[in-house]
């Protein structure tokens, strides 16, 4: 196996210090490869990347109008929320909207990744719960979906185990997952994620694709383009609620609105739709570090396809070229995306 | 550049998610290179990994002796801690032998990295102080040191500053680094590390083979030579001091005793010494990823070189290769050293 480019380093002393390999591809609508950098064929779990993707049958099936679903509801069933209690409130809303509460969640209970919202509970005395998972809004989705597939039957008892592959809700997931993509789900591997569903090994060639066709509607049933463009929208109206308190989704998306949707996933993975360029994004840092080499890449993607104001480049930018700091705020070293995103075109097929 | 083999991989699903590559040294006591993996003439930051070589000082200038320091305290000096009520407390004794309190610490305040450290901080409405950041043993150390080397002039008038790479007990500790490593600090890269002291880049070669001259003293001069013996048998005494509950350095000292010293750094690097076997060990994970990749990479060298009895060494495989659970603590996959690690013969140069 060829070894994938270096896209992010960690400089330290004006040298290297750490560096990051990984593969992207950019593809338009009809599945051209605008970009391909590093091994765009090899199956990777997308992780929380696909939230938008699993979320399609939320609005496709009608239950989002069945149980008045608004912008920020929508917004965080697509989300990777950081546990603010703003997220907790919203993903207990839409359990209340369908008639449920907390307790038929399936996602498990960690702490809140916003550290504010983590110390204040502690400070309290409190544990976290359920809501407070980053994937309660998705799984208070799943919720609403199967609330509305349960038709007459008794709701408790038709979401027991919605987070099995084999269940009603998750076969609807699954399925809007495998059309987006095009990709033969029934044949990759398949691994379970942080909140229990499955998670799909799907190449970043079929990511991306699958991304432009959220930007564009292009490929997808009717049904699962309109609803691609009203998750959009819901999030560019309401973007804290798709990440959070200084997170890069909700950074970028409340900057630059409708024109960029992206979403994190675990283990270095970052998907994006760019609708007014009808491309879509998909990135997987080899060793699996999101919160660090993958944003720097997301940014410096979106820096360099999107047309922006200065100073919308400017804000951009500070995201793809971070100073770092020590414990006493002495400049320590940058966090960058390396030249091969930067300089002259980026290749193409 | 090369790139540097695959050393730890996360499974999932059955396959391969993130991987991670990196570099490995391991050098005898005159400088042979016993094992050679990836590139080990990079100069590296090594972080953390050398707090022992940068406390020789402290013993070998007599200062340890002249403040009563124990062996905790000494392994404090040596230590990256939790920042646990017992790390805290015994960093205030260091200091406070030497007639000094934690005003005097300029290793700057974070939070402990010890999580239930943390939240009962949180709890109690208190914020962390400089003892609490994980070098404040260290640093302590740094105060102990210069208080003797100020003599009879004004303490804090002479401490102040002492992070500077021009101040006479940086100085020191520099002269130790450079003495142990055999490199040339002067014409190497210089960074500034999270506590605010000069970082100097050394090769992997250079670091395994000062970690073998701890482990048997030959090629330092006797004082430190004396030194480090001292400070092996103070951390084997009291590992929880040199990293705290739960943490890899800790776990394995408490099991093997003095027939293992090694000591992670930031940036994914570790360091360690065998004294039974007369050799040290340096490795550097490309990516920086410390706490997953670079524990099960050391985990696996300790497994491998050391021989074990059959419960010693499940323990230590147990750190190898470990299990996955997500927060429903369903295993989800595995978090493993590769097999170039494992099978036949390390390769050597």
């Given at each position: 196996m060829n070894a994938n480019p270096i896209?992010?380093?960690?400089?330290r002393g004006g040298i290297v210090e750490s560096f990051h390999r990984g593969a992207l591809a950019i593809v338009d609508a009809d599945g051209r490869v605008h970009t391909r950098l590093g091994d765009i064929e090899r199956p990777v779990f997308p992780r929380s990347a696909v939230k938008v993707l699993q979320a399609l049958p939320l609005v496709a099936s009608g239950a989002a109008d069945r149980w008045r679903l608004n912008d920020e509801e929508l917004a965080l069933?697509?989300?990777s929320h950081g546990g603010e209690p703003r997220h907790a409130q919203t993903a207990a809303s839409m359990l209340a909207k369908a008639g449920m509460d907390a307790s038929v969640l399936e996602c498990g209970t960690h702490w809140p990744y916003n550290d504010a919202a983590l110390k204040t509970?502690?400070?309290?005395?409190?544990?976290?719960?359920?809501l407070h998972n980053n994937c309660s809004g998705k799984h208070a989705g799943f919720v609403c979906?199967?609330?509305?597939?349960?038709?007459?039957?008794?709701?408790?008892?038709?979401?027991?185990?919605?987070?099995k592959p084999d269940h009603p809700v998750m076969r609807e997931v699954t399925a809007a997952l495998q059309a987006a993509t095009g990709y033969d789900l029934s044949r990759t591997a398949v691994g379970t994620d942080g909140c229990s569903i499955p998670t799909y090994a799907i190449p970043l060639r079929h990511l991306a694709h699958a991304f432009a066709r959220v930007a564009t509607g292009t490929g997808l049933s009717p049904d699962h383009a309109r609803a691609a463009q009203r998750l959009r929208a819901a999030v560019a109206k309401a973007p804290f609620m798709v990440a959070g308190s200084g997170r890069l989704d909700t950074m970028l998306m409340e900057r630059l609105g409708g024109r960029l949707f992206c979403k994190v996933g675990a283990e270095g993975v970052y998907c994006a739709a760019l609708?007014?360029?009808?491309l879509g994004v998909a990135?997987?840092?080899?060793?699996?570090?999101?919160?660090?080499?993958?944003e720097v890449v997301l940014a410096a993607v979106v820096e360099r396809l999107l047309p922006l104001a200065d100073a919308d480049r400017?804000?951009?930018?500070?995201?793809?070229?971070?100073?770092?700091?020590?414990?006493n705020g002495i400049e320590v070293g940058r966090l960058r995306a390396t030249g091969v995103l930067r300089h002259g075109d980026l290749p193409s097929p």
């Open positions: 896209l992010a380093e960690a400089m069933a697509c989300a509970l502690a400070a309290r005395g409190e544990a976290p719960g359920a979906l199967g609330c509305l597939m349960a038709q007459g039957g008794d709701r408790r008892d038709f979401l027991g185990g919605y987070v609708p007014e360029l009808s990135i997987k840092i080899d060793d699996g570090n999101t919160a660090r080499a993958c400017a804000f951009v930018h500070g995201m793809s070229d971070l100073t770092l700091k020590n414990w």
